[in-house]
């Protein structure tokens, strides 16, 4: 072997040392910039949801405090009172045994998260009227849907369970079959009207509620 195949042996291995170097080099550039994106990805995932627990933790904290600013006031013993607010002028053809309203009032400058509540009041009456002042109540409460009479199970444990649980025991004490059963088309059903089967003279006794 001459010195010259020497020679071009010696920059062969060079070349192919330096391109093992560079392959190398290469592979594990690529590994951490994978490695690094990785890390970034999942760094970022974790910072969203850290950032939605503490958001989740401000709102349960902000709706419990707008709760317990809520302010309810009972109001009974003023009939008049009482029929005035909820439902109007009373007429004389209309008597109002027993009554009792609770109002709400919210903090609106406290606390903005009541923007747009319904500060409709809760109330339970026991009334006699004429069979015009019931039909009456069916369109009136227009902003329920009105009232519609129901019969079928549903209805019937929606208007037990508040009959069960009323603000006040002179609310419709009698058996549940007692009563004609209406209520508002919402879903929530909010306002109950039990009106009793035993009429009073010309007139009938209603319940009638909202909670």
């Not at 902000?62 to 009172?81: I, K, L, M, T």
Request: one cysteine or more; charged letters at 25%; glycine letters at 6%.
């Amino acid at each position: 072997m001459t010195r010259g195949d020497n020679a071009d042996k010696g920059v062969h291995h060079e070349a192919m040392n330096r391109g093992t170097v560079g392959s190398t080099t290469a592979i594990a550039k690529g590994v951490f910039e994978r490695a690094a994106r990785w890390f970034h990805r999942d760094l970022f995932r974790l910072q969203r949801k850290t950032l939605a627990l503490v958001l989740m933790c401000f709102v349960v904290s902000g709706c419990e405090r707008c709760v317990h600013s809520v302010q309810a006031e009972e109001h009974e013993g003023d009939n008049e009172w009482n029929y005035q607010r909820v439902f109007g002028t009373r007429p004389p053809t209309v008597t109002v045994i027993n009554s009792v309203v609770i109002s709400y009032s919210y903090p609106w400058h406290l606390y903005p998260c009541y923007m747009g509540v319904v500060t409709t009041d809760d109330f339970e009456f026991e009334l006699l009227v004429p069979r015009t002042w019931i039909e009456e109540r069916l369109r009136l409460f227009a902003a329920v849907g009105g009232l519609q009479k129901d019969e079928d199970p549903f209805a019937r444990r929606r208007l037990g369970a508040r009959k069960d649980h009323p603000f006040r025991p002179w609310y419709a004490p009698k058996p549940l079959n007692s009563y004609d059963l209406y209520h508002d088309l919402t879903s929530a059903t909010y306002v109950h009207m039990l009106v009793d089967k035993e009429i009073v003279g010309d007139r009938y006794r209603v319940f009638i509620s909202k909670h």
